[in-house]
């Protein structure tokens, strides 16, 4: 246990008891307890295995390669549509997780292996994912834009695409790209 994660489990929440009852499974698998994102986070050496995070409604254990796992159970959740390489293990409750810890300690033990075999998730590329014809057309446009744009990380792009796609109205789309264009051009991401 990493005293510099205690502050999480000892916080007042919903999931309290299911946070101790996870860290606990977790941390008999052998990983190294640290704090990432606010989050508890587990590692093999130098790399990220499992993160215990909380929402509303469930608390989560997150396999960061977790779609290199054998899932016979079909018990792993992918978020969202847009995540490529994270699954979940959902929980409503610590009984859920006393239940499958055998399950869970499975899991880990080949999320372990998957790093150890020096596995990687082959992730889709920017120029993959949906270009909005709205954005598209200030590209051809504004050479300018084009080329900041392609200067961006790949996962600055890529949420500026995702952002861009997700609105179902051209207006929105249109909006959406008019307010990102300085940001683009002064090599921000979205959030940044």
């Known amino acids: 246990?990493?005293?510099?994660?205690?502050?999480?489990?000892?916080?007042?929440?919903?999931?309290?008891?299911?946070?101790?009852?996870?860290?606990?499974?977790?941390?008999?698998?052998?990983?190294?307890?640290?704090?990432?994102?606010?989050?508890?986070?587990?590692?093999?050496?130098?790399?990220?295995?499992?993160?215990?995070?909380?929402?509303?409604?469930?608390?989560?254990?997150?396999?960061?390669?977790?779609?290199?796992?054998?899932?016979?159970?079909?018990?792993?959740i992918r978020q969202t549509k847009n995540v490529q390489a994270a699954r979940q293990l959902r929980f409503t409750n610590a009984r859920e997780i006393s239940k499958l810890a055998?399950?869970?300690?499975?899991?880990?033990?080949?999320?372990?292996?998957?790093?150890?075999?020096?596995?990687?998730?082959?992730l889709k590329k920017s120029s993959e994912f949906e270009m909005v014809k709205e954005f598209k057309t200030r590209l051809d446009k504004k050479p300018a834009l084009k080329k900041a744009f392609e200067a961006l990380t790949p996962g600055r792009q890529r949420a500026y695409l995702l952002y861009f796609s997700q609105a179902k109205q051209a207006k929105t789309r249109e909006e959406r790209v008019e307010k990102s264009i300085a940001q683009i051009l002064d090599g921000k991401g979205l959030n940044d």
């Open 102 to 122: 055998k399950t869970i300690k499975a899991y880990i033990y080949e999320a372990i292996e998957v790093e150890k075999a020096g596995l990687k998730v082959k």
């Open 1 to 76: 246990m990493n005293p510099e994660v205690d502050f999480f489990f000892d916080k007042d929440s919903q999931w309290q008891q299911a946070y101790g009852q996870l860290r606990k499974v977790v941390l008999d698998c052998g990983l190294t307890e640290t704090l990432k994102w606010g989050n508890p986070c587990y590692m093999y050496g130098d790399s990220n295995i499992v993160l215990i995070h909380g929402f509303k409604e469930y608390c989560a254990l997150l396999f960061f390669k977790g779609v290199l796992l054998n899932d016979p159970d079909g018990i792993l």
